[in-house]
T-cell receptor
Framework: GQQLNQSPQSMFIQEGEDVSMNCTSS?????WLWYKQDPGEGPVLLIA?????ELTSNGRLTAQFGITRKDSFLNISASIPSDVGIYFC??????????FGPGTRLSVLP | EAGVAQSPRYKIIEKRQSVAFWCNPI?????LYWYQQILGQGPKLLIQ????????DSQLPKDRFSAERLKGVDSTLKIQPAKLEDSAVYLC?????????????FGPGTRLTVL
């Protein structure tokens, strides 16, 4: 079945730094979603992408739908302590269901 | 707008016992999903309902897991009997079908520990 890979698995950054993470697959998708999950909570939707090449922002977050439709990228600018958590990508292809990646764990050092 | 509600938040049982989880989706959301999230992994879809009908249950271990959404609103997921490997967080999500894709909104989850 379809599988997603997320890179990096975990990252430690200083407050104020920018963050980049990506999600890749061997299959193409029609939609990419990015979620953030805090400890003890369910994932919260951050950004949804529907078209190859699309670039969408949500505050300090920017995500892009890769041109090949097999990848997506998430950037966080000027990180703050509350950015700590696990970031999941999820891919969707018509007629199938969402597939989630294994997550990128972000830690922000003061 | 109230979010997706789940109960209980935590459950500890012994293997071979039974357990049930409850989910109430966001009002008006026709689609309901149950996911299993094992520690350190992303959520894995178990079952998807559209109103009270099952759309996809291909990854539901049907020998021990069952789910229902009788009136097309709230839903129950049951495990009988539980195994050690069922220890996980069980997430419920709901979505309102639109022209694009079902953007899913998640509940807080039920953390199950099987001893």
């Amino acid at each position: 079945g379809q599988q997603l890979n997320q890179s990096p698995q975990s990252m430690f950054i200083q407050e104020g730094e920018d963050v980049s993470m990506n999600c890749t697959s061997s299959s193409i998708f029609n939609t990419w979603l990015w979620y953030k999950q805090d400890p003890g909570e369910g994932p919260v939707l951050l950004i949804a992408l529907y078209k190859a090449g699309e670039l969408t922002s949500n505050g300090r977050l920017t995500a892009q739908f890769g041109i090949t439709r097999k990848d997506s990228f998430l950037n966080i600018s000027a990180s703050i302590p509350s950015d700590v958590g696990i970031y999941f990508c999820a891919g969707f292809y018509y007629g199938q269901n969402f597939v989630f990646g294994p997550g990128t764990r972000l830690s922000v050092l003061p | 707008e109230a979010g997706v509600a789940q109960s209980p938040r935590y459950k500890i049982i012994e293997k071979r016992q039974s357990v049930a989880f409850w989910c109430n989706p966001i009002s008006g959301h026709a689609t309901l999903y149950w996911y299993q999230q094992i520690l350190g992994q992303g959520p894995k879809l178990l079952i998807q309902f559209q109103n009270n009908g099952v759309v996809d249950d291909s990854q539901l271990p049907k020998d021990r897991f069952s789910a229902e959404r009788l009136k097309g609103v709230d839903s129950t997921l049951k495990i009988q009997p539980a195994k050690l490997e069922d220890s996980a967080v069980y997430l419920c999500a709901s979505s309102y079908p639109n022209d694009r894709v079902n953007e899913q909104f998640f509940g807080p989850g039920t953390r199950l520990t099987v001893l």
